[in-house]
């Protein structure tokens, strides 16, 4: 698993401990246990080797940008599983609030129920309308609402977990960080900006972790469209 860390020593938390693996992303189980000192050289040759296991990261935010979520799974081949990715951006810590950012065509009732499933599975869903037809190629920007959240929210949680590679947000990282937030970066390495993985604490290459977190062949969920929901 490639991770490079970016800690920085005005982060700090309040105990060091370790958190203890949950079989689900909900709740929080800490031990007494004092955090080891890991070798460097055999870090990435562990089963499931991950500096987010090695911390107690205290209360986590998550902040999804869907759509570059979206095209950065096209680029590694995988569809992505929504509850292993919250599952294993969560890791056991106490969850705040995982957020999806996503522009969003209301005329697409298949796009509607996916949101819906989302929705009802552990996500808080922020939408914005796609201004234009999608063959004008003009997608929908969300970084505003992600920075805004991100700071706004800052006070309430120890981890910000950010899946994004846009360089346009190193601004609002760079601020929680100052604020004594720890922020973690989860993209595709080679597609992610200098200047965000410089201001982020750590950074986790999607495809290092994509076997955990895509979709098996043989599941499916059924994306139900707000028209045949019992809402």
């Known amino acids: 698993m490639i991770i490079t860390n970016f800690s920085k020593q005005r982060n700090e938390f309040k105990e060091p401990k370790v958190l203890k693996a949950k079989p689900h992303w909900q709740g929080q189980n800490l031990s007494d246990t004092p955090i080891k000192s890991k070798d460097p050289k055999t870090e990435d040759t562990a089963p499931d080797s991950s500096i987010l296991n090695n911390l107690n990261r205290g209360r986590v ?26 599952c294993h951006l969560t890791n056991g810590s106490r969850l705040l609030r995982a957020f999806f950012y996503t522009g969003v065509d209301i005329t697409n009732e298949k796009q509607q129920g996916f949101l819906l499933w989302m929705r009802r599975n552990g996500y808080r869903v922020v939408a914005k309308d796609i201004a234009q037809p999608a063959e004008n190629f003009k997608k929908s920007n969300l970084n505003v609402e992600i920075a805004v959240d991100m700071i706004t929210l800052a006070p309430y949680y120890d981890t910000a977990v950010l899946v994004s590679g846009d360089g346009d947000l190193a601004y609002a990282v760079n601020a929680v960080s100052r604020m004594g937030v720890r922020v973690e970066v989860v993209s595709l390495q080679n597609t992610t900006s200098e200047s965000l993985i410089d201001v982020a604490d750590c950074f986790i290459d999607l495809d290092s972790i994509k076997t955990h977190i895509q979709k098996d062949s043989n599941v499916g969920y059924s994306y139900r469209t707000p028209s045949n929901s019992n809402l």
Do not use: P, W
Request: net charge negative; aromatic share 12%; charged share 15%.
């Open 61 to 86: 935010a998550i902040f999804i940008d869907g759509l570059s979520l979206f095209h950065t799974a096209l680029q590694i081949g995988i569809e992505i599983d929504y509850v292993k990715l919250l």
